[in-house]
């Protein structure tokens, strides 16, 4: 997976779609964080061909902010980290 700017006009919500070649059938925790790695948002989400559709909630904040993949087991293992930028319009 690679890094993407996402722009997002102001109290909008926005969808990221993933490749998730390699990264194994499950369901998952998708999680949002800013850049000190507080937690913003999360939900589950589930793999749908080779790729995963994330429905983020409305940003009121530009910023850094990061994306990341967990297996819904008890490790909670990270599965990986997507790094995107959000930059309000009015």
Same mark, same amino acid.
């Not at 990986?80 to 319009?89: I, R």
């Given at each position: 997976m690679c890094s993407s700017d996402l722009i997002v006009p102001e109290w909008r919500p926005a969808t990221l779609h993933l490749p998730v070649e390699g990264v194994p059938d499950a369901v998952w925790q998708a999680e949002v964080v800013?850049? #000190?790695g507080s937690a913003i948002w999360? +939900?589950?989400i589930a793999r749908t061909n080779d790729e995963v559709e994330i429905h983020l909630p409305r940003f009121t904040k530009a910023g850094r902010f990061y994306l990341r993949l967990y297996a819904l087991s008890a490790e909670h293992d990270l599965? #990986?980290? /997507?790094? &995107? +930028? /959000?930059?309000?319009? &009015?």
């Open positions: 800013n850049q #000190t999360s +939900a589950r599965l #990986t980290e /997507v790094p &995107f +930028a /959000v930059k309000l319009q &009015f």
